[in-house]
């Protein structure tokens, strides 16, 4: 096995991580929406971190070792059109998933605010901030655009 097909490997790996985090922030928006107190909104916290983490290593990986290999692999280009279609996208997923996390963190900040007033019964105004449906469609279009990248991935157009 050659250096690149490891670079190959981590770098569908990351890819990996980063739709496994998608789909766990899919699993806990489903489960935020429900959340009405700031305890249910807390105890997903590590899950949030966890899916951060996540992101991290899939945005990272696959942007490390994805120009890599358009570097190091013979019969491909920086400038290749699905390569550079596949660093827009990426830029783009990136932004969209920033502004998804500005949107689900102020439930968490909100539920934090409750709790340090001790207000720890169901309150309208979280269950409100907690679904959100800005955050909501903003990480469909992250979802969107991620199935897009990995389409190009794929079937390589202009190749």
Not at 12 to 27: E, G, N
Not at 41 to 67: D, Q
């Amino acid at each position: 096995m050659s250096f690149d097909d490891w670079i190959l490997a981590l770098h569908v790996l990351s890819a990996f991580a980063y739709v496994a985090a998608i789909v766990l922030f899919w699993v806990l928006i489903a489960a935020v929406r429900r959340a009405d107190t700031p305890d249910e909104t807390i105890r997903m916290e590590p899950i949030v971190k966890v899916g951060n983490g996540a992101v991290a290593v899939g945005v990272g990986g696959t942007l490390i070792f994805g120009l890599w290999l358009a570097f190091s692999v013979g019969g491909y280009d920086i400038w290749d059109p699905w390569i550079i279609i596949a660093l827009v996208l990426w830029a783009v997923a990136g932004g969209i998933g920033q502004r998804t996390g500005v949107e689900f963190t102020a439930g968490m900040t909100r539920a934090k605010e409750l709790e340090a007033a001790g207000q720890n019964g169901p309150s309208a105004e979280l269950l409100a901030v907690n679904r959100t449906q800005r955050g909501l469609w903003l990480h469909t279009a992250a979802s969107v655009v991620l199935l897009l990248i990995l389409i190009d991935m794929i079937w390589k157009p202009g190749a």
